[in-house]
């Protein structure tokens, strides 16, 4: 499968620890995105790489929230003391133009 | 800002009838449009897509959309459903460059009826 990638699908975590999610990019790719979904609602953009440039941030994107591409390829998410509002559908993105294609998401529910 | 407005939180069609999804956008400057289809517990899967050119796109899975400037709108259409077809759809925009990420509406809901 040359989709993209995203690990784990699935993360439970208690409240105040860090968690980090990866994101595959499709090969050549160079543009990344990560979104966050809530129940009921679309996908919010967070954060956009442009190779390993991160280009722009939400202000959805707190301070407790942190994304790196370091080689323009793979990119982590990592979330630090995560709160219960920080549970969510985590999704990247990523393409070569304004189109983008998705992973299946990392699902964070913080207990 | 830009915005998108899905107008249905729910739709309920009957197999092998047609479909129409409403989306209407605001936008500043020329759009860059989307569908997407997500079934539960999974990402998002591009059905169509609209940069320029012709109004009418069509796009995978029988599926097709017409973008109309003055309306602000691009519905998505179906000409016959398939149980298949029951899944989450959202339209976005964007921009050409696309640094600010998609802006999705917040999804319409499709029950399909045997």
């Known amino acids: 499968d040359t989709g993209v990638s995203q690990d784990p699908r699935h993360k439970i975590t208690k409240r105040g620890q860090n968690v980090t999610f990866r994101c595959d990019p499709i090969s050549e790719h160079n543009r990344l995105y990560w979104y966050r979904q809530t129940l009921g609602q679309g996908p919010e953009f967070l954060t956009y790489?442009?190779?390993?440039?991160?280009?722009?941030k939400s202000r959805l994107l707190s301070d407790r929230f942190s994304a790196e591409r370091p080689k323009g390829s793979f990119s982590t998410l990592e979330i630090q003391r995560t709160e219960q509002g920080d549970s969510a559908m985590y999704l990247c993105?990523?393409?070569?133009?304004?189109?983008?294609?998705f992973g299946q998401g990392t699902r964070l529910t913080v207990v | 800002a830009q915005s998108v407005t899905q107008p249905d939180i729910h739709i309920t069609v009957s197999e092998g009838a047609s479909l129409e999804l409403r989306c209407n956008y605001s936008y500043g400057a020329t759009p860059y449009l989307f569908w997407y289809v997500q079934s539960p517990g999974q990402g998002l899967q591009l059905l169509l897509k609209?940069?320029?050119?012709?109004?009418l796109v069509q796009g995978i899975k029988g599926f097709e959309a017409e973008f109309k400037r003055s309306q602000s709108s691009f519905n998505l259409r179906k000409p016959s459903v398939h149980w298949s077809d029951a899944a989450e759809y959202f339209c976005a925009v964007g921009a050409a460059g696309g640094a600010d990420g998609l802006t999705f509406g917040k999804g319409t809901h499709l029950i399909i009826q045997p």
């Open positions: 993105a990523t393409g070569v133009s304004t189109e983008a294609f």
């Open positions: 609209y940069f320029s050119g012709d109004t």
């Open positions: 790489f442009q190779n390993e440039a991160q280009l722009e």
